[in-house]
T-cell receptor
Framework: DGGITQSPKYLFRKEGQNVTLSCEQN?????MYWYRQDPGQGLRLIYY???????QKGDIAEGYSVSREKKESFPLTVTSAQKNPTAFYLC???????????FGPGTRLTVL | GQNIDQPTEMTATEGAIVQINCTYQ??????LFWYQQHAGEAPTFLSY??LDGLEEKGRFSSFLSRSKGYSYLLLKELQMKDSASYLC??????????WGAGTKLIIKP
């Protein structure tokens, strides 16, 4: 079954610690995305990558970093520089100009 | 700038019909998506419109008017499981999705 996996589903961290969220897809999609969603708000783009070894900042990239060493994987690191990291993080992938995005189940990060 | 407008919340009755409106202003336009998102879950694809008119898919239909910057999602024969947020997302000139805040739809028995 093709799809996108994100792990873990729930993550707790202490303030000041970096944390890496995993995203893996076996859809053979070129493009991958990271979004953040806060209660009652829309999806905000953090980073995206259209090809291996290349990625671009989205609207709210400060305090986050990514890598794209393999087509299947696009991990997101939430650094201690991110002021309000508690949120629901969604990873997505797409292929082609239509850019229909397929989402993973999400990771809910809580920083204590 | 780029802007999406949707009602924040709507309430409807099981078995009824509801129309969720979306107006948008984007830099260029390459189509518009509607996604459904249940609480605590990921968005799932509902529809895609690139030409003006109505696209029907079972109980759900989506309409687009490019000249008016307007779309709506029509849900018929509402079921309790339709309680969710509905996200309108046009594609801009760079083929990037611009996400609205979504409309939370509450279905009452």
């Amino acid at each position: 079954d093709g799809g996108i996996t994100q792990s873990p589903k729930y993550l707790f961290r202490k303030e000041g610690q970096n944390v890496t969220l995993s995203c893996e897809q076996n859809l053979n999609h070129d493009a991958m995305y990271w979004y953040r969603q806060d209660p009652g708000q829309g999806l905000r783009l953090i980073y995206y990558s259209q090809i291996v070894n290349d990625f671009q900042k989205g609207d709210i990239a400060e305090g986050y970093s990514v890598s794209r060493e393999k087509k299947e994987s696009f991990p997101l690191t939430v650094t201690s520089a991110q002021k309000n990291p508690t949120a629901f993080y969604l990873c997505a992938s797409s292929q082609g100009d239509r850019n229909e995005q397929f989402f993973g189940p999400g990771t809910r990060l809580t920083v204590l | 700038g780029q802007n999406i407008d949707q009602p924040t919340e709507m309430t409807a009755t099981e078995g009824a019909i509801v129309q969720i409106n979306c107006t948008y202003q984007t830099s260029g336009f390459n189509g518009l998506f509607w996604y459904q998102q249940h609480a605590g879950e990921a968005p799932t694809f509902l529809s895609y419109n690139v030409l003006d008119g109505l696209e029907e898919k079972g109980r759900f239909s989506s309409f687009l008017s490019r000249s008016k910057g307007y779309s709506y999602l029509l849900l018929k024969e509402l079921q309790m499981k339709d309680s969710a947020s509905y996200l309108c997302a046009p594609l801009d000139s760079n083929y990037q999705l611009i996400w609205g805040a979504g409309t939370k739809l509450i279905i009452k028995p």
